[in-house]
C-alpha cells in the first residue's frame, strides 16, 4: 500500500496510455467532430464533470501518413494542466493515442539528470556509477520499512559501489510533523552527513517518540530535541544549529517537492535507481535485482549474495 498524494485527476492521467476509439458524431452544440473527441476522452478515461476536457485544433501530423493530429488539454482546476496529442484519421472515423520514442534517448538517464543531489548527505559509495535516490518522508510508516530494509542490510552488501541519497517529499496533508521533521534534518545535513543519517534512522525507528506526545505543539518539540541531541553528539555548532531550528525555513524542502513532482512522485517512498523508477516499499530481493542490473549496466561488479538455506526435508 502506497500513501497516494495526488487527486482522482492523477489516475487519470496515469491512465492515458496507447488507445484506440472510434469517432461518433454527437448532438449540436459544438462541432460535431471536437464534441465527438471530448466525449470519447471522458468516456474512456472516466472524467468527472467537473474536469474541463479542452480540444485544440487540428493539424496535419508529421509523423503518421493518413492522419491529422489533435491536441487534447485535460484540466482539474487546481493548477496543474496536461497536454496530450491524439490522432485523428483523415477520414474522421478513427482517433488513437500514439507515443513515439526517441532510441537515441536514454529515458533513464534524462530522468535521473533533473534530479539535483548536489549537497546532499551521502551514505555508501562518495561517488559511483549507480545512484540510488530517494524520495523520503519522517512520518511515512511505509517509508521507515523501506528506510529500515536499506539501512543496513543493502548498506552492508552495496556501500563499497553504490551512493544512497535521500531527497524530501513530506506528506503535509496528512502528515502534520513530515515538514518540521524535514526542516531539522537538513539543519543537521548543513553542517554533518552523519548527524542528519543518524537522524532520520531515529526518527523512522522510534516514531513514537514524536508520535506519543499528546499535542502538535509537543511533537514538534520532540523533533526539535532530537535533532539538538544529534547536534551535541557531532560537536556541531550550537548556536548555529538552535537558530536554524528555530528559524523553520522550508524553502529548501519545498523545492525538493517540485522536483519530485516534476519527475513523476507522487507518493512515498519513491526511489529512483539510476533513474529507474520504483513505487512504494518493494521486497529486499527485488531491491538487490534492480541494483544489480544496474552494476552492470554500468560495467561494474555485482557483490555475491549468500545463498538461503534449504528448507529441511520432511518426514
Known amino acids: ?85 491524439f490522432l485523428v484519421s483523415q477520414d474522421r472515423k478513427t482517433m488513437l493515442r500514439m507515443v513515439k520514442f526517441d532510441l537515441t534517448k536514454d529515458p533513464f538517464t534524462e530522468l535521473m539528470g533533473k534530479i539535483n543531489v548536489s549537497g546532499r548527505p551521502v551514505r555508501g559509495a562518495k561517488s559511483s556509477k549507480v545512484v540510488v535516490v530517494n524520495f523520503d518522508d519522517l512520518q511515512c510508516p511505509f517509508c521507515s520499512r523501506m528506510h529500515q530494509a536499506m539501512f543496513p542490510e543493502i548498506l552492508k552488501d552495496y556501500g563499497d559501489r553504490v551512493t544512497f541519497v535521500y531527497k524530501d517529499y513530506p506528506l503535509s496533508e496528512i502528515h502534520p510533523w513530515a515538514m518540521h521533521a524535514a526542516v531539522d534534518a537538513n539543519c543537521l545535513a548543513a553542517q554533518n552527513g552523519d548527524a542528519y543519517w543518524e537522524f532520520a534512522d531515529h526518527v523512522h525507528a522510534h516514531p513514537e517518540e514524536v508520535r506519543d506526545e499528546k499535542t502538535p505543539g509537543a511533537r514538534l518539540a520532540a523533533l526539535d530535541r532530537l535533532a539538538l541531541d544529534q547536534g551535541q553528539k557531532h560537536s556541531l555548532d550550537k548556536t548555529k544549529l538552535e537558530a536554524c531550528v528555530k528559524a523553520q525555513d522550508e524553502t529548501a524542502v519545498k523545492a525538493s517537492i517540485k522536483e519530485g513532482d516534476d519527475v513523476g512522485v507522487s507518493a512515498t517512498p519513491t526511489l529512483f535507481v539510476n533513474g529507474e523508477k520504483v513505487d512504494g516499499v518493494i521486497p529486499i530481493a527485488e531491491l538487490r535485482a534492480m541494483l544489480d542490473r544496474a552494476l552492470r549496466d554500468a560495467g561494474q561488479p555485482v557483490p555475491a549474495h549468500a545463498t538461503p538455506a534449504a528448507a529441511p526435508a520432511s518426514k
Open 1 to 85: 500500500m502506497i500513501l497516494i498524494r495526488r487527486s482522482f485527476l492523477v489516475l487519470i492521467l496515469i491512465c492515458l496510455g496507447c488507445a484506440a476509439q472510434s469517432t461518433q458524431p454527437d448532438a449540436p452544440g459544438k462541432p460535431d467532430l471536437t464534441r465527438a473527441i471530448e466525449r470519447q476522452v471522458r468516456s474512456y478515461y472516466s472524467i468527472p464533470p467537473d474536469v474541463k476536457v479542452q480540444v485544440g485544433a487540428i493539424v496535419p501530423s508529421t509523423d503518421w501518413q493518413g492522419y491529422d493530429m489533435v491536441p487534447v488539454t485535460i484540466d482539474g482546476g487546481d493548477g496543474k494542466k496536461q497536454d496530450y496529442k
